[in-house]
């Protein structure tokens, strides 16, 4: 049975109906495939935002600083500060930009932040300055994303009015690619084309500094990393790749290992002739005399309602899902699975058996991609699994090291 039990609302233990197991070997495993594709020398950022992709950031992250990497990027400050009381010490980059009220924070705990404006440049200056402290920066250049960033023809002045406010340090320059297929898209090379003319310019001018970044998963699996041709890249951003979920199209990706598994349990069993419709809209019947499981899982636990011809695994065995997703359940056919029984786990990603489901194997089930899939469902009850396992840091010395600025926090623990 399952022995998962979580603290219910009215303050009872209740036994989880669905929960999410979280396998941190599996975490070291992938990272060891990321340090190979991003060599010794480079900082590994691990992408942690939305509490790491729904896999929980702390734990996430607490693993990770023991398999080596040397940073993390978050999606606000309220993650940055979660995992510095949280103990994390790496510096933290706020990846995209950060609302006006959440700046004292950042600056306050010494959260790195992505820049894109004089306007905001001139306010997070003065507002470092008055508290005695600097703000670090991370220049981000829109080279073809067309979201954040700085457009490439003013990157260089934002760069001088770095240099120039005394209450600002600049602590990277950064790009963000658009083609989820990384260098496989033309477009991806015209982006580094354009970062790498910025970054010229800006070591012409002597106006670079700090950590230089663009790579995401795609971008580090399809060979963007190093120094070769495209200037000093020192750090790689990966996030999906980490967690075991890199489009199958991509190299290497065969020998990720899904981070997260999605389970649930049978809880009840219905015998139904031929022609019986099941569930909302009678969009699905049965077409032979067959047996439909109900699980204890629906929309409401963070599955896409879209999802229409997925499976699941019951003791290593594969059944399709039938019918409408319901708010609270989903229904398999179990017509050719003897022995399956009320209480039975179903696992709808992850292994079971001999057999394994991805979250990249659900998401296409749902017309959508593992990132949303994970995010929604790191509302579920999470069990962490394994962890023993670290790697070696790989880490050179001087990207490990957080360089303190006078005064300034370094580990920001909450006091
Ligand atoms: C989310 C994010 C990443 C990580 O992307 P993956 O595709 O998960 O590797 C990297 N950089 C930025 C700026 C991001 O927002």
Redesign the pocket.
């Known amino acids: 049975m399952n022995p998962h039990l979580a603290v219910s609302t009215l303050g009872v233990m209740e036994p989880f109906r669905a929960w999410t197991e979280i396998d941190l070997d599996a975490l070291t495993a992938n990272l060891a495939v990321v340090r190979e594709h991003a060599g010794a020398a480079t900082r590994v950022m691990l992408?942690v935002?939305q509490d790491a992709y729904g896999h929980g950031a702390v734990a996430i992250a607490n693993h990770a600083v023991r398999c080596g990497v040397g940073a993390f990027?978050v999606g606000t400050s309220g993650e940055a500060l979660e995992l510095r009381a949280a103990g994390i010490r790496l510096p933290i980059l706020v990846?995209?930009t950060v609302v006006e009220e959440e700046l004292p924070a950042c600056i306050r705990h010494g959260v790195h932040i992505g820049l894109h404006t004089t306007d905001r440049a001139r306010s997070l200056a003065k507002l470092a300055r008055e508290s005695g402290l600097r703000a670090r920066v991370h220049l981000n250049v829109d080279t073809g994303m067309g979201r954040l960033g700085v457009p490439v023809a003013r990157a260089a002045s934002l760069l001088e009015t770095i240099h120039e406010e005394e209450g600002l340090e600049l602590a990277g320059v950064m790009s963000?690619l658009a083609p989820p297929e990384g260098l496989f898209d033309p477009f991806a090379a015209e982006q580094v084309a354009r970062f790498a003319g910025v970054l010229e310019e800006a070591r012409d001018a002597d106006l670079l500094g700090g950590w230089v970044h663009m790579a995401?998963?795609?971008g580090l699996f399809t060979g963007l990393r190093g120094a070769e041709g495209f200037g000093a890249f020192d750090t790689v951003?990966?996030?999906?790749?980490a967690y075991g979920a890199l489009p199958p199209t991509l190299p290497d990706a065969d020998r990720l290992e899904p981070v997260l598994a999605l389970r649930t349990r049978v809880v009840f069993l219905k015998d139904v002739p031929a022609g019986t419709p099941v569930g909302y809209g009678s969009t699905w019947r049965s077409h032979r005399d067959t047996r439909i499981a109900t699980l204890a899982i629906g929309y409401g636990h963070g599955l896409p309602w879209r999802l229409r011809d997925g499976e699941v695994l019951l003791g290593g065995r594969r059944a399709p899902l039938v019918g409408r997703l319901s708010m609270d359940y989903a229904t398999v056919d179990v017509g050719h699975l003897p022995g399956v029984e009320v209480g039975d786990i179903a696992t709808l990603v992850g292994r079971d058996g001999n057999d394994i489901l991805s979250l990249d194997d659900l998401a296409r089930a749902a017309d959508t991609i593992p990132y949303e899939i994970g995010c929604s469902l790191g509302r579920l009850p999470r069990v962490h699994r394994g962890g023993e396992s670290t790697l070696i840091p790989a880490q050179p010395p001087a990207t490990r090291a957080h360089t303190p600025q006078p005064g300034q926090a370094v580990d920001g623990a909450r006091s």
């Open positions: 992408v935002k990027g990846l995209g963000h995401n998963s795609a951003r990966p996030g999906i790749a």
